[in-house]
């Protein structure tokens, strides 16, 4: 993801910073092999965030505030934005993450993931619910809700009224093999 002004790597910078501590906590909780038993994409963020320099951290700050900005602008004008959890349909337990989804390649392991974080990156409410199975496949798809700044009870509610009128919870299988 590409924050405005800011380089493509931005996120990635931010995030690693945040896997820095949870690093710290699990070697301080568990002991020194901890990071051996956590997932080589976890370890991948914690190394990154260890030997990055303090201009790539405060660049990358610089774009999430402009980024920030200009979805509270956006978000100024609206009361509700519906769009999906995710790019692509649920995969096969098995594989770790996305590579590839309709032509388009997934370089990091959270790019298929975008619609999701992309929105937990500014201060606003958002929540994702069932809303249907995709067809042929009986796995489930998701749709997030997203309000303006402290719309937080307005969402909920919508997202309530939406799950009385369609109970996909009762439908979507618990063991989706």
């Not at 009361?79 to 594989?95: C, E, I, M």
Request: negative net charge.
């Amino acid at each position: 993801m590409t924050f405005p002004g800011g380089s493509g790597a931005a996120l990635q910078v931010l995030r690693a910073d945040r896997f820095v501590s949870l690093g710290q906590e699990l070697l301080r909780e568990c002991g020194p092999d901890a990071l051996a038993a956590v997932k080589p994409e976890v370890a991948g963020e914690i190394s990154r965030g260890n030997s990055q320099s303090v201009q790539a951290l405060r660049e990358a700050q610089a774009g999430h505030q402009q980024y920030v900005a200009r979805v509270l602008a956006f978000m100024a004008e609206y009361q509700l934005l519906v769009l999906p959890t995710v790019l692509a349909p649920p995969f096969p337990a098995g594989k770790r993450w996305l590579t590839e989804h309709l032509g388009v390649s997934f370089a990091e392991y959270t790019d298929w993931l975008v619609l999701t974080f992309a929105l937990s990156l500014a201060p606003l409410p958002v929540l994702s619910l069932p809303c249907g199975v995709m067809p042929g496949s009986n796995l489930p798809i998701g749709m997030q809700l997203v309000g303006p700044p402290g719309s937080d009870a307005q969402l909920l509610t919508v997202a309530a009224a939406y799950e009385r009128a369609h109970p996909w919870v009762n439908r979507v299988p618990r063991d989706p093999a």
